[in-house]
């Protein structure tokens, strides 16, 4: 029984430990040919890192677009996005799992039908709005698709109501109204859950890649994902050192960001798991 368990035990770490390579191979490759030039990459000789590692690479890469502009419109857009985000859904998931209102269950579900619907769906809407609007090719544009949050509103509505009702009822017997209720005692016992969106949040927008080409067409509003295809050229192919370095420069800041606020975004999953 004792040695079932054991191999059991030793199968269950061979199979995290095979899915930890597998997620680590190709940002190891990255961070390894971003400092290989061309004829060393096509040599064969790519798995290992360089001996000389060639840094010129990166001043390629701003040299050859403006991604100093491109990260300072990422960084607007992203967290403009956020911020606007957590102002409509945590007094959204407030109303939907404290307050009692006919057609609570039908406005729920069609948050719930937003997550489903995929971007490529509405794109096209979307695009006609913005456009009509007068918005085209700035970076409001690139927000307002993205205000309402449909899987922001469920996971803080989940947490919310996790939430005892004692604390509530102590808190109007003390004066608080709504907005106070929620600013002081719903979001800072929801930190985990916040902190977490907020990570998911900022990595899908972060990457996105279809709403900003199809709704931006100048250097000044384009982000950094838009900048990384500049480095696929049709006639010569991709200079795959220059790609990697740019794509290491892109990445770096979502990974940095998840390490560093690992602990709240496993919490959140944890909290979750304990009082599900």
């Given at each position: 029984?004792?040695?079932?368990?054991?191999n059991?035990?030793l199968l269950?770490?061979?199979?995290l430990f095979?899915i930890?390579i597998i997620?680590?191979i190709?940002?190891?490759?990255?961070?390894v040919?971003a400092?290989?030039?061309s004829?060393?990459i096509f040599?064969g000789?790519y798995?290992?890192?360089?001996?000389?590692?060639r840094l010129?690479n990166?001043?390629i890469v701003?040299?050859?677009?403006?991604f100093?502009r491109y990260?300072?419109?990422?960084?607007?857009?992203?967290?403009?996005?956020l911020?606007m985000?957590?102002?409509?859904?945590?007094p959204?998931?407030y109303?939907?799992?404290?307050m009692k209102?006919?057609?609570a269950n039908?406005?729920f579900?069609?948050?719930?039908?937003?997550?489903m619907l995929?971007?490529?769906a509405?794109?096209?809407?979307?695009?006609?709005?913005?456009?009509?609007?007068g918005?085209?090719?700035t970076?409001i544009?690139?927000m307002?698709?993205?205000?309402?949050?449909?899987?922001g509103?469920?996971?803080?509505?989940?947490?919310f109501k996790?939430?005892?009702?004692?604390?509530e009822d102590a808190a109007?017997i003390?004066g608080?109204g709504?907005?106070?209720?929620?600013?002081?005692?719903?979001?800072?016992?929801?930190k985990?859950?916040i902190v977490?969106?907020s990570?998911?949040?900022?990595?899908?927008h972060w990457n996105?890649?279809?709403?900003?080409l199809i709704?931006?067409?100048s250097?000044?509003v384009r982000t950094?994902t838009?900048?990384l295809g500049?480095?696929v050229?049709?006639?010569?192919?991709?200079d795959?050192g220059?790609?990697m370095a740019a794509?290491?420069?892109i990445s770096?800041p979502i990974v940095l960001?998840f390490l560093?606020?690992?602990?709240?975004?496993?919490?959140?999953?944890l909290?979750?798991?304990?009082?599900g």
């Open positions: 029984m004792r040695l079932k368990r054991r059991s035990g269950k770490y061979f199979f095979a930890t997620v680590i190709p940002f190891y490759l990255v961070i040919i400092f290989k030039g004829k060393e040599s000789n798995l290992l890192p360089s001996l000389t590692p010129e990166f001043k701003f040299e050859s677009a403006p100093v990260m300072i419109n990422t960084i607007i857009v992203v967290f403009g996005i911020l985000q957590l102002a409509v859904v945590i959204a998931a109303a939907f799992a404290r209102f006919r057609g039908f406005l579900i069609l948050f719930i039908i937003q997550i995929p971007l490529e509405l794109v096209v809407p979307n695009y006609q709005i913005v456009r009509s609007a918005l085209y090719n970076l544009a690139m307002l698709p993205f205000i309402g949050s449909g899987y509103t469920f996971l803080l509505r989940q947490s996790q939430i005892p009702k004692d604390l109007i003390d608080c709504h907005f106070r209720f929620i600013w002081n005692v719903l979001v800072p016992l929801s985990p859950t977490t969106f990570l998911i949040s900022i990595a899908t996105d890649y279809i709403w900003p709704i931006t067409d250097q000044n950094l838009i900048g500049m480095f050229q049709q006639e010569s192919g991709a795959w220059v790609l794509t290491l420069f770096l960001l560093a606020l690992q602990k709240t975004f496993l919490e959140s999953f909290t979750s798991g304990m009082k």
